[in-house]
């Protein structure tokens, strides 16, 4: 299933499909940087684990669409739409042709919450946000050059010890330190080898903040969900912002 969306200021255009694994799978382009190959096997394990867990899985892709490709797809949408004969299965074959060159979709999956570090890792362990078995890396500082001394040994631990299984937990004063202009860039680098982050006793100007780096720096799309007044901020900074009430 697919699906265009037509950004309404910009008029940007872009495909997302969600599906089966293998039809997804054979629908991707080439990759196009070991980061995004090791990302496709990292997501084939994941399914496969669910999978032996009697779990359904569906896989999530997208690409950017251009105005030209767009305008003929359409027009041979409009075309197969109008046959007497043979009506599905032209729409098929219109709407397969554009389901090409995708781009798997990855989840980095964040929990920005006012709680206490020991209350965040038990609720992170018992949802199922990471695994019991997950590496986890800690970052607790009390100044900025601890801070840049401790970010420095985790990307190199990082770099030289390939896990694909790890979460990072962070403090809400260790987190004014990692916002810091000369540290957001290696700490968001950081991140990027985690499956989880996890950011314990945080402010509701701290939660608007990380989302806001995370997109402006990595280029990514974010969805926040809270439940509460202090996670306005959050939500507004986010693409897609989820209040959840009652």
Not at 92 to 114: D, H, K, M, Y
Not at 193 to 203: A, D, E, G, K, L
Request: hydrophobic share 40%; proline share 1%; with cysteine.
């Amino acid at each position: 299933m697919s699906i265009i969306v037509i950004h309404p200021r910009t008029m940007e255009m872009v495909l997302y499909t969600k599906g089966a694994d293998g039809a997804v799978f054979g629908r991707l382009r080439k990759a196009a940087s070991k980061e995004e190959e090791d990302m496709r096997t990292v997501t084939l394990d994941h399914i496969n684990s669910f999978a032996k867990k009697g779990l359904r899985t569906l896989a999530v892709a997208y690409k950017p669409v251009e105005q030209a490709e767009y305008n003929q797809f359409i027009s041979k949408f409009r075309e197969a739409s109008t046959l007497l004969e043979g009506r599905a299965e032209a729409i098929s074959r219109v709407c397969s042709s554009i389901e090409q060159g995708l781009i798997l979709l990855g989840i980095v999956v964040w929990v920005l919450t006012g709680d206490k570090q020991e209350t965040a890792v038990s609720i992170g362990y018992s949802s199922g946000v990471y695994s019991r078995d997950a590496r986890l890396l800690n970052l607790r500082t009390g100044s900025l050059a601890e801070t840049r001394d401790r970010l420095n040994q985790l990307l190199e631990c990082s770099a030289t010890v390939q896990v694909q299984n790890q979460a990072l937990i962070i403090n809400g004063s260790t987190i004014e330190f990692l916002l810091h202009d000369d540290l957001r860039l290696d700490f968001l680098t950081l991140c990027q080898t985690c499956q989880t982050v996890i950011c314990c006793r945080v402010t509701p100007l701290q939660k608007s903040l990380i989302v806001s780096h995370i997109r402006e720096e990595l280029k990514v799309m974010t969805l926040a969900v809270g439940d509460g007044a202090n996670d306005v901020g959050m939500l507004r900074q986010a693409d897609i912002g989820i209040g959840i009430a009652g």
